[in-house]
């Protein structure tokens, strides 16, 4: 199997892109009595990655492209993993202003750490306190990194 | 040969036991805040600051220098063992010293890095004694063209960047480019593809960017395997070999005059010439090909010009009371706090404090190179830790880092953006590289051309005309055509895309 069909897709993708950014720039004002306007440098700048998108799908399609790297696919639990990297980021934004930083990151390690590598009770435990409580600890008693709190002073 | 004098007189102030140890408590607490990542040098400084309230003004500020030059180099060492950047100007280390740490060479990449920093800085500091005002003046002729022309220097370099395909390394320059317009217009102040969006008012935050880009593509990637074995090979040894040393000599001396020149230049920041000096090193190299697997010029000269711009960088600060980056702002701020005015009478008004800050800059280097090498044993058993739980670990210091730049759990979000960016352009192999470095240089390269064109009332001859600025542009035309040529060579029957 050869990397075709993704730089194709990729390709692909970024000529929508050049596409919307172009469509988009043309809302704002191109040029002004003093010169360029906020939208000559992205109409140009789109018009530069459409082109490049162009010769990308061109070549993908016509010349021979390297072979697929034998990770370039993962397995099953492989995407699983990287989802739960995904899910937790995205409940930390989500939740750190309501739960407040220790909660949301006590709830976010454990939860990683049961995804990524199942390690021990022991030592999910002092990660777990050390990464949310020690780290609010140190980060904002110690160096006044202000960091988001809610209820309890949690 | 006042200079020397005055300097001397400063080195018998900065050498009594107190100072020291407040450049040593200075030295450890810049190179702990600069290994966590996302906290770089002008929040670890502006952090520290409050720890320097009520001393007198020479400890403060010999703390607080020795603060900023310790987090310039704390930096490095995530960069180099997890490929998470302490600090934004860390993030090209990554590329060959996360590859060395692979190999089990972290140890040796990290003590290059040590004595490239020691070399860069201490010749930066020599520079602010010898030849401050008078390059601080030739720096002062940088308008609008000659900025405009320096950063197409930079943005030419851009194809040294490229890896195995031109196309897909202009790609990400392009998109660096476009990240870059997000935000208000610098010059007429509209909103440009914020889509209505508070929080995009200022762009995305170079931070957060590469945080996502390098951290947390590279802990996604590696959450894939089952084992999760990143660190395959047994560290070898700490210390660099006969042959390393040699070849970072010449990047280390590069390095230097990279970082040097670009301190000099107000607004630059502390990323272009770490950068610069990257991509100078895989064009000098005779293996450009090595370059992504580990090759210790890749550490040596982007690392050098990392220190030696942070030193270089006071110089403008000093004699002209300009702060060329945001680190060096806060500097300035804590000068002030303690009733020292930077600009061109700090020398009459304050010589005696000038100059002993000074000396203290040279004993900080060295400093800064003891505590560090022995401490890289320490700092590389990090790497014993199971990466299931350094993984998580990191990813809880980058919410923190990045978090903490503006109090918004939208830079959380912008991280997390990048990072599946970052994991689909290392599926693609896409390089990064270009990516970051257009989007640090389009803006300034942007404002440099529109305010060039304002002051001529729109003739684009003024960036031709003027000399400084011609000379620039040249050079970059003439880096243009030779590394494209060179590009379409090296693929010339080949076929990537």
Known sequence: ?154 | MESLQLLLDGFGTALQPTYLLYALVGCTLGTLIGVLPGIGPAAGTAMLIPATVGMNPTPAIIMLAAIYYGAMYGGTITSVLINTPGEAASAITCLEGYQMARKGRGGAALAISAIGSFIGGTIATMGLVLVALPLTRFALKFGPPEFFALMLVGLSLVTGLAGRSLIRALLSAVLGLLIAQIGIDLVLGAPRFTFGQMELLDGFGIVPVVMGLFGIAEIMINAESPSQNVFTTKMTTLIPTRKDLKDSALPIARGTGVGFLLGLIPGVGAIVPTFMSYAVEKRMSKTPERFGTGMIAGVAGPETANNAYANAALIPLFTLGIPGSPTTAVMMGALMMNGVFPGPTLFQEHGHLVWTVIASLYIGNIMLLILNLPLIPMWVAILKIPYSVLSVLVLVFCVIGVYSLNNSVFDIGVTLGFGLLGYAFRKLDIPLAPLVLTMILGPLMETGLRQSLEMSQGDISILFTRPLSGTLLVIALLVIATSTFRAFSAVKGETQV
């Open chain 1, 1 to 154: 199997m050869s990397m075709k069909r993704p730089y194709q897709i990729t390709g692909v993708v970024f000529l929508i892109l050049a596409a919307f950014i172009a469509w988009e720039s043309l809302e704002l004002q191109f040029y002004s009595y003093i010169g360029p306007g906020p939208g000559f440098f992205p109409f140009w700048l789109a018009l530069v990655l459409g082109t490049l998108a162009v010769l990308m799908i061109l070549q993908a399609t016509f010349r021979r492209t390297d072979p697929m790297p034998a990770d370039f696919f993962a397995s099953r639990a492989g995407y699983l993993r990287v989802g739960a990297i995904v899910l937790a980021l995205t409940a930390t934004t989500a939740l750190m202003k309501v739960l407040g930083f220790q909660l949301t990151m006590l709830g976010i390690i454990i939860f990683l750490l049961f995804a990524l590598g199942r390690p021990s009770l022991v030592v999910t435990l002092l990660v777990s306190v050390a990464g949310s409580f020690g780290c609010f600890y140190l980060f904002n008693r110690l160096l006044r990194v202000p960091l988001p709190t809610a209820f309890f002073g949690f």
